[in-house]
């Protein structure tokens, strides 16, 4: 007999997903995604199956794939199958073939799931997975992410068989003469998987029989230590984190006051994909120089003045804008300057506008970044000054010189620089007849 029931209450205790909700499953065609397959028929829920060939195992993929498919034929449900080169995007992305094999799967049921309306994924796996998962990640370096190894239910992934071990579920198919197909590979000892499964998880059960259960309990310890971590670090980043056009601001002074501060400021930096290593790195130099930079594969934090800044990184220098006379609105970087002519000689004291004497220009104007080398001559001022040295005396944050715009004249001379002070020499005089008005408009 089917274990319906301990099926049924285990979804409801995990919050799985309600009866009204479409269910597709991840059927592989060995003895768990079957064994679920089964169930979910049992219990009446709308669902769909979901097979992948990645083209690993030659005739045996193929015969997977004619097993599965004739299963859901006969139970009558809707069937959805796609083959990956798995080998070829594993090697295109430099990524193991497990990898591979993860990656293009799930992507692609998120895909199905989108297209034909279902509301949850459902994949088989069960507490010897959970088990193996933690061991894995324990060997590999983990968090405490890691320690709770396989959740019941992420986002729009449930696994309804976590109630469930090996042994149980091979002792309910064999009883119940459920058909299934047999993997080749969960034999071999190439895979690190494999090698705990086969040849770890067995001394660990001679120390304690019951594995899998004293897992489970841990694994739920663990998940709600880390829900209490994410609830006390997210007060912590509403207090400390200060989000600002320019990026996000950590005061150095909190940053050294934080307690245990390796593992705060590791979940605080975590959505920027810091690593430990960098995390690391940035507490050996909270007394460095400003400009000191650590970079993650998405973001970069600078060390600037009293604060640890993160902002996104930069993929490249913004392209030269030209300006013409008919110009109207230009878009540069993530900004946008307008341009706007009249004869009314006027000035407005407002930084993201610059009042220009217009007969004083040569077009095309060139809008550009901050150039090593470049000088102008700051309004009210007669001496030239490095622009560097501008951006110094005004503590503009080094994250920001790269990417404030600078308008040029045609005959090379800085016009203004955009958002802070335009150029003394283009000054409105009791002369000026036209007035070209350029405005910043910070999206």
């Known amino acids: 007999m089917l274990p319906v029931k301990q099926f049924q209450d285990f979804i409801e205790q995990q919050q799985l997903f309600v009866r009204a909700n479409k269910i597709l499953l991840a059927v592989s065609g060995g003895k768990d995604s079957v064994l679920m397959l089964h169930l979910f028929k049992a219990i009446g829920i709308d669902i769909g199956v979901a097979h992948c060939n990645f083209n690993l195992r030659a005739d045996e993929a193929q015969r997977d794939e004619s097993f599965v498919a004739l299963l859901a034929k006969n139970l009558g449900l809707p069937f959805y199958v796609t083959h990956f080169d798995t080998k070829k995007y594993a090697a295109e992305n430099k990524i193991s073939t497990q990898m591979a094999a993860r990656d293009l799967r799930y992507n692609w049921f998120e895909e199905i799931r989108c297209a034909a309306g279902y509301d949850y994924i459902a994949l088989a796996q069960h507490q010897n997975d959970a088990v193996e998962t933690v061991l894995i990640n324990l060997t590999r370096g983990t968090g405490i992410s890691g320690l709770h190894g396989i959740l019941p239910k992420r986002d729009l992934l449930i696994r309804p068989l976590l109630f469930l071990n090996r042994q149980q579920i091979n002792e309910i198919v064999r009883t119940n ?85 390796k593992l705060l400021l590791y979940e605080l930096l975590k959505p920027f994909n810091f690593g430990e290593n960098v995390v690391q790195e940035i507490l050996d130099s909270l007394r460095a120089l400003s400009g000191t930079h650590f970079f993650s594969s998405t973001h970069q934090a600078i060390i600037n003045r009293n604060d640890l800044v993160i902002v996104e990184k930069n993929t490249s220098v913004a392209a030269n804008q030209f300006i013409h006379p008919t110009t109207e609105n230009i878009v540069f970087a993530n900004d946008e300057i307008s341009l706007t002519f009249t004869d009314e000689v006027k000035f407005e004291k407002n930084l993201n506008k610059a009042f220009v004497n217009a007969d004083k220009l040569i077009f095309p104007l060139v809008l550009r970044n901050w150039q090593n080398g470049d000088r102008f001559i700051p309004l009210g001022m007669r001496n030239p000054k490095k622009v560097s040295d501008y951006f110094i005396d005004e503590k503009v944050p080094l994250h920001l010189k790269s990417v404030t715009p600078i308008l040029v004249n045609g005959n090379g001379e800085i016009v203004w620089i955009a958002g802070m002070r335009q150029d003394n020499r283009y000054k409105l005089t009791s002369a000026t007849k036209k007035v070209a008005i350029f405005e910043l408009k910070i999206k």
């Open 177 to 261: 003469n459920i058909d299934f197909v047999e993997d080749s590979s969960n034999v071999s000892t190439n895979y690190t998987r494999n090698k705990i499964r086969l040849q770890v998880v067995p001394h660990l059960q001679e120390i304690n029989p019951n594995l899998e259960k004293t897992f489970a309990e841990n694994i739920s310890r663990f998940a709600e230590l880390e829900s209490f971590l994410n609830t006390r670090v997210q007060k912590l980043a509403d207090k400390i984190l200060n989000k600002r056009k320019d990026g996000i601001y950590i005061p150095l002074e909190k940053v050294s006051k934080l307690n245990p501060q």
